[in-house]
């Protein structure tokens, strides 16, 4: 490969190069004037000199690649050939505006431009911007990502973690950290990043070894406070670049003024543009949050695939919990047999070396997965599972449907905050970004510290699909619902009371309640958003989740002796929640029992009971809440065993509905 750096560049381009460093900083003062004037948040501006940054990396990029700054995205995007006037107009929330308003300051997107984000948290935007750059690859795709990020303390581990997983798979990803003085250099050395054309020298020739193959490449870009120290004017680097021209002969006094008042008079006109634009209307924010699945282009497979799901027999906990966990993996073998774009990754190296019990279980099946589709699409990542939800994400958006088996990872409130950013990406996008990613997770923390139910944790994340399984055919079915939808879904396995009821509607098999249901020889779908009557009633509507349906149903049928019929309702998925199935049920029977293996406050069990209100004229009595008391959950197993609630205490709030009390007293 030729090693030689480009340039010196003919006359237009470096004339072009100045233009848009000039753009760049009249952007910065619009920006700062709408800003002063209340019309806008202010945004993080540029260093002086960061201009030089901005245009000589996006110099050095080819038609199709991406760009995703973690700081200072903005100039980036300008120097990419965004509108300076549209970036405005999406500053001050106006529907003219590249997310038409719903990204604001905190995130711009173009993908016609190839620009995947600008201004997130290093937290997020560094391993999204490793996924994006994965789909790439694994697309064939060829093209490059670029990353630019400022010194950010919060984001290092991120930083390190991204990194490993783009050099484990030779991604072609060239980031650019931005650091105020000279610092140990990357892998392409030290770069000055007031210099133009010594950052796009640097950039062009990552760019290339990326693109050939040759795996990331880490830059050190001097910036912030380097033009102090080399005591240049406060114009730096624009002044300096302007300079060099006009020593070569090509720029002159009177062609920089001529500059310089185009770009600001583009910017004054820019503004007059961003004002006039019409706010986004708040209530196209809820059609943006889901994206609406697609009509599949193939029918599925017939199916040849070995199974692996247990049929019905005594129940065993452990056996109900390899069934559960075979029919999940199973489920993933449809889905990757039927698409192409499926991947599967899970926590590798240390992160996965205390891996047993439920993980130990999954782990034959995992490696059965991988000698069938290959270690590209089913792989182990050495990095957190915040880290690596942050590099699905990425993926999702850029055409893979990764799945992140973190059946065994974090605790469930560290993988809240990449989850939550994959939620509002399509929304914050202005509808333009797809999230088919899917996470595994179990239902509670198995680790020995506090825990809490997973589903309660997530469900208030809007744009988050989240469904809590209670059998294993509901598991495989749900789970293809899940990677096939176009949203970002999470299925909570209860591995350890799940699988002891028949599966809900006929999408199942047959089963008992002392067995495992049998997982149906075919490859079929559970709908998401829409709960089963597992067992028809007319004096009460029980409503349960997870591993409290098997027992609601024990309960209905010992009550069935008494003369009481008990309507069973599988909600299946939390979020989207179908309160049409459960409140029609309420109000023809009249009482309302709602279980949930979670606290009581926050969880799955008090939305539906606050929903009680639309039927409580058709109530006989008032609803009750079966769900953990709010106390902390110990390791321990008494203190644990303490919190949960089962049979009899959903016998108990049954036979309290069917007192004769009046309809106000709520529960």
């Not at 599966?503 to 998401?528: F, H, S």
């Amino acid at each position: 490969m030729d090693e030689t750096p480009p340039g010196p560049w003919p006359p237009r381009e470096t004339w072009r190069m100045l233009r848009s460093m000039i753009r760049v900083r009249h952007f910065e003062k619009a920006a700062a004037l709408l800003a002063d004037r209340g019309l806008a948040p202010a945004v993080r501006p540029l260093p002086y000199g960061g201009e030089a940054l901005a245009v000589g990396s996006c110099a050095a990029l080819r038609p199709g690649d991406r760009i995703a700054a973690v700081d200072f995205g903005h100039g980036p995007l300008i120097a990419r050939g965004a509108r300076p006037d549209r970036l405005l107009a999406e500053l001050l929330g106006g529907t003219d505006g590249y997310c038409r308003g719903a990204g604001g300051p905190a995130f711009a997107f173009d993908a016609g431009l190839g620009f995947i984000g600008a201004n997130g948290p290093g937290e997020r935007a560094l391993p999204a911007a490793v996924g994006a750059a994965w789909a790439d690859l694994r697309l064939g795709r060829g093209h490059v990502t670029l990353v630019l990020c400022g010194e950010r303390e919060d984001a290092a581990a991120e930083l390190h973690e991204s990194l490993r997983f783009a050099r484990d798979l030779g991604l072609p990803v060239v980031l650019l950290h931005q650091v105020r003085a000279a610092a140990p250099a990357g892998d392409g050395g030290f770069v000055d990043g007031h210099d133009v054309e010594a950052v796009r020298r640097a950039v062009d020739r990552a760019a290339r070894t990326a693109r050939d193959g040759g795996g990331p490449c880490l830059l050190a870009v001097g910036t912030a406070g380097a033009e102090r120290l080399a005591g240049e004017s406060p114009a730096g680097a624009v002044a300096a670049y302007a300079e060099r021209l006009t020593a070569r002969g090509v720029l002159d006094a009177g062609s920089l003024r001529a500059i310089e008042r185009e770009e600001s008079a583009a910017a004054r006109a820019a503004i007059r543009f961003a004002e006039a634009s019409r706010s986004a209307d708040p209530d196209q924010a809820f059609h943006r949050l889901f994206a609406e699945p697609r009509p599949r282009t193939r029918p599925s497979p017939a199916r040849d695939r070995p199974r692996a799901v247990a049929a019905t027999g005594p129940h065993d906990p452990a056996r109900t919990a390899a069934a559960v966990t075979a029919a999940v993996w199973d489920g993933l073998g449809d889905a990757m047999a039927e698409d192409d774009c499926v991947v599967v990754v899970r926590q590798g190296g240390r992160y996965g070396e205390t891996r047993g019990g439920r993980g130990a279980r999954a782990d034959g099946a995992f490696r059965a997965l991988e000698a069938e589709f290959g270690g590209d699409r089913v792989r182990e990542a050495r990095m957190s599972g915040a880290v690596l939800l942050g590099v699905c994400a990425g993926a999702a958006a850029l055409g893979l449907r990764p799945v992140a088996d973190l059946l065994d990872g974090d605790a469930v409130a560290e993988l809240a905050g990449p989850l939550e950013h994959a939620g509002r990406l399509r929304s914050m996008s202005g509808g333009a970004v797809d999230v088919p990613l899917v996470c595994l997770v179990a239902a509670a923390d198995r680790a020995p510290a506090p825990s809490r139910a997973a589903h309660a944790v997530l469900l208030g994340i809007p744009g988050l699909k989240i469904a809590v399984p209670s059998t294993p055919d509901d598991a495989r079915g749900l789970l293809l619902s899940a990677v096939r939808d176009p949203n970002p879904a999470v299925l909570v396995v209860d591995e350890d009371g799940a699988g002891r009821v028949t599966g809900a509607n006929g999408a199942g098999g047959a089963g008992t309640a002392d067995g495992p249901a049998p997982v149906p020889d075919r490859t079929y779908a559970v709908a998401l958003g829409v709960a089963g009557v597992v067992r028809p009633g007319d004096d009460v509507t029980v409503v349960a989740v997870g591993s409290l349906v098997p027992e609601a149903l024990r309960v209905a049928r010992r009550l069935a002796g008494d003369g009481i019929s008990v309507e069973v309702i599988d909600a299946r998925t939390v979020a989207p929640l179908d309160l049409e199935t459960v409140l029609e049920s309420a109000a023809r029977t009249g009482r309302l029992v709602v279980c949930d293996n979670a606290h009581r406050t926050g969880s799955f069990a008090a939305v539906v009971m606050a929903a009680a209100q639309v039927v409580h004229p058709a109530l006989k009595a008032p609803p009750q809440h079966v769900a953990w008391e709010d106390l902390p959950v110990a390791y321990a197993p008494v203190p644990d065993a303490r919190r949960l609630v089962g049979a009899a205490d959903i016998a108990a709030a049954i036979r309290l509905t069917l007192m004769d009390r009046p309809v106000s007293l709520w529960a």
